[in-house]
């Protein structure tokens, strides 16, 4: 009975993606986006289909060509492959098919699971979460490029609702959320503290499969790259410091402090201010595991900080920072409406600020002005009294926030 269900399910899936995938390359015809996705489905071809490095000059070039309509002139963005060999596993299936279908495929499959997956996650979330999550302006940028981010951020989300989840996850969904964490390491710069803190809850909680399957995945993830292409960590670090060099990948926060302060007076002070950042994130660590500290609240500033050491890039990279705002709206959103006024009110932010980008001489750092959107919320979210924020209520149900004591006067 339960085969059937899951095959019915999957044919379910299956169908509204093959219809959405009709309507989209219908409407998109030849003009077709995803620049990112374009990266991903040539290096996909170049390894799969015609046995090439997807690090080679010969693929980098085909890139700037199907980008630029020309070979990139120095110091343009180059669009060289600049990920680890597995990554391309996902894509795999895509490489075997024209472009514009691949895209238009991509393009739905990445819509319909962000839908679902908020409704698995938060099944009791108002129905507006599903649609709206799709215009906030990182996820829809991001899904016009095709970037991996989207998917990633699927992948944290599924991540966020099994692990944190209302009952202990099997054994076997323990390993799939392994494989799934392993993989999603492909792009570090977005998963990396996040991934620590997966690991962290995991050991507090002997999630035991779940780390196991990450640590063996990851080790088979890179045997299967170097299989794959032997010398691709040499070519890939080539690749990288190509990209640093061209697109001059300032972290976030030193891209901020770089309109008050020379190079070098910015750099040491983000070296201050990254000091004191990580050092409340080891201490309110430490805190939530002696279970006075809400979970919550630890994933919203491992938010902000991924974002803040980030290199700076495409707007879509702020995924990593309004993740946690959106499980805090998924978990409480139903009962507080100044929670879907201030969520709305992020997405008209974004797209004013969109519009303010588009402006002949836009401010240097404007887009990435939502991060003063979401710091009030993060000091609200780490100040609140514990108690008043949503719990995650497997783990915080087995260990149970403490209230502070009063003293006597």
């Given at each position: ?152 951020g699927l992948l944290a989300l599924l991540l966020y609702g099994f692990i ?49 399957s990450a640590c063996c995945s990851f080790l088979a993830f890179l045997a ?149 959107y979401y710091i009030p919320w993060i000091i609200w979210m780490v100040s ?26």
């Amino acid at each position: 009975m339960r085969v059937r269900k899951a095959v019915f399910i999957i044919l379910i899936l299956a169908g509204a993606v093959a219809a959405l995938s009709f309507a989209v390359h219908s409407v998109l015809q030849k003009n077709i986006p995803g620049v990112d996705f374009f990266n991903y489905y040539s290096a996909g071809r170049a390894l799969f289909i015609e046995g090439r490095s997807s690090y080679s000059p010969e693929v980098t070039e085909t890139i700037q060509m199907g980008i630029y309509n020309r070979l990139a002139k120095p110091g343009e963005d180059q669009f060289a492959f600049v990920h680890p060999p597995y990554q391309l596993l996902l894509f795999l299936p895509f490489s075997y098919l024209s472009f514009d279908w691949a895209q238009a495929i991509w393009l739905s499959a990445n819509i319909i699971f962000i839908t679902l997956g908020i409704l698995i996650v938060f099944p009791r979330a108002p129905k507006w979460l599903l649609f709206s999550v799709l215009f906030l302006y990182p996820f829809s940028f991001g899904l016009i490029m095709g970037t991996v981010a989207v998917f990633l951020g699927l992948l944290a989300l599924l991540l966020y609702g099994f692990i944190l989840g209302t009952e202990r996850p099997t054994p076997t969904l323990q390993i799939v959320l392994g494989i799934a964490l392993a993989w999603a390491t492909c792009k570090p710069q977005f998963i990396w503290l996040y991934a620590i803190l997966f690991a962290i809850i995991a050991l507090k909680h002997k999630f035991w499969f779940f780390l196991a399957s990450a640590c063996c995945s990851f080790l088979a993830f890179l045997a299967v790259s170097f299989l794959l292409i032997p010398d691709w960590l040499p070519q890939l670090l080539e690749n990288v410091t190509v990209y640093a060099q061209t697109n001059q990948s300032w972290p976030t926060l030193i891209n901020f402090l770089l309109v008050m302060l020379p190079p070098q007076a910015a750099r040491l002070a983000s070296l201050g201010i990254f000091f004191v950042l990580f050092i409340l994130l080891f201490y309110w660590t430490i805190r939530w595991w002696k279970g006075k500290f809400p979970l919550l609240s630890l994933l919203a500033w491992c938010g902000l900080l991924t974002y803040l050491v980030h290199p700076h890039s495409a707007p879509y990279e702020q995924i990593t920072m309004i993740l946690p705002l959106l499980f805090w709206v998924g978990q409480s959103a139903r009962k507080n409406s100044k929670i879907t006024i201030y969520w709305f009110g992020g997405i008209l932010f974004y797209w004013l600020i969109f519009g303010l980008g588009r402006l002949p001489h836009p401010p240097r750092t404007v887009h990435d002005w939502p991060i003063f959107y979401y710091i009030p919320w993060i000091i609200w979210m780490v100040s609140r009294p514990a108690n008043s924020l949503p719990v995650v209520q497997f783990l915080e149900r087995r260990i149970p926030i403490h209230p502070r004591k009063s003293t006597p006067n």
